[in-house]
């Protein structure tokens, strides 16, 4: 591995699949339209300033319509306790060609794998919660087999994962191993991640201050990374960027706190990993835009002056086998 600094990008490409059970969707409909809208302008900054990144994606989103996502239901799903949780419950329960746009996505998926330097990942197939009661290993494995196939449908081979809602389940690692996946994205090392299930007020004041304030070391050196032959690659995220802020100075602060921690890791030539859900976008298309172009345009400074570089998580992994 070569000894200069990296910035990886991961983005939870998921759609309605990762927020139904948390908002109403009859009231997101814009913010949906204008995520998809937004994807092409994503992929277009990625190309003009030649950022890779991995965009980590529920397998359902490949399906082209309700047809063909009834006909891909495994043959063994979570029995989640928590029965809002179900993927399948609630696809079922919204079936109709109207919904069809927040769901399915293969139109973008295919833009995405056209796209230099981009990796298609899985975000599994169901958006699926490794760390809730009732789901187990059986049913994880069927729900990333489906995955696997689904991408092999479009000529995808994956080689990374995302676990939704940063569950990482150590037990299942040697399941994702088992289908091909070479590397998994895993939570920040600072001690408000230690649960990610968890959702005290403690917890979640620290993730959002997080944004504004040091609270924790972002980057970390090559050596930190250690490859298990057996097992994925654990690729540790640095940075969530947060959603656009109405408050001007906390906009700023979030935009300067990722610029200062790109060029730490530039300077020390370790590595930075920053990540977002491309409906994150949503709400505010052109101010997300021009924040994260001030972003990439700070990462090419770096580059220039420190031959930092962009990788995707395939990318990397590769440096460690």
């Known amino acids: 591995m070569n000894k200069h600094g990296k910035i990886i990008i991961s983005l939870d490409f998921e759609l309605l699949w990762g927020i139904f059970d948390v908002v109403d969707y009859n009231s997101k409909k814009k913010y949906f339209w204008q995520t998809r809208e937004i994807i092409p302008e994503i992929l277009k900054l990625f190309e003009e ?14 399906n082209k319509n309700w047809k063909e996502w009834e006909e891909n239901i495994p043959s063994e799903i979570p029995n989640y306790r928590k029965k809002t949780l179900s993927a399948y419950k609630f696809g079922t329960s919204i079936k109709s060609k109207s919904t069809e746009e927040f769901c399915f996505a293969p139109e ?17 197939y169901s958006h699926y919660y490794c760390l809730e009661e009732g789901q187990t290993d059986t049913s994880f494995d069927k729900d990333l087999a489906k995955a696997v196939s689904v991408a092999k449908s479009m000529d995808i081979d994956l080689k990374s994962l995302v676990f939704p809602r940063n569950q990482l389940t150590k037990e299942y690692l040697q399941i994702c191993a088992k289908h091909g996946i070479e590397n998994v994205r895993s939570n920040p090392s600072s001690w408000y991640w230690k649960d990610a299930t968890s959702n005290s ?13 040091n609270l924790g070391k972002k980057t970390y050196p090559a050596s930190f990374f250690s490859k298990n032959v057996n097992l994925p690659l654990e690729q540790k995220a640095s940075r969530f960027l947060r959603p656009v802020e109405g408050n001007r100075l906390m906009r700023s602060s979030k935009i300067n706190r990722i610029k200062n921690e790109i060029e730490a890791a530039a300077k020390k030539n370790e590595i930075y990993h920053l990540w977002w859900h491309p409906h994150n976008f949503g709400d505010h298309p052109e101010e997300s835009i021009k924040d994260l172009k001030e972003i990439l345009v700070h990462y090419k400074a770096m580059q220039d002056k420190y031959a930092f570089q962009s990788l995707n998580m395939q990318e990397l992994g590769a440096l460690y086998s």
């Open 108 to 124: 973008l998926i295919k833009l995405i794998s056209r796209t230099k330097g981009q990796e298609l990942a899985t975000h599994t």
């Open 49 to 62: 300033y030649q950022v890779h990144a991995t965009w980590a994606t529920v397998g359902m989103l490949f």
């Open 201 to 213: 007020l403690v917890n979640k004041l620290a993730r959002t201050g997080d944004a504004y304030v």
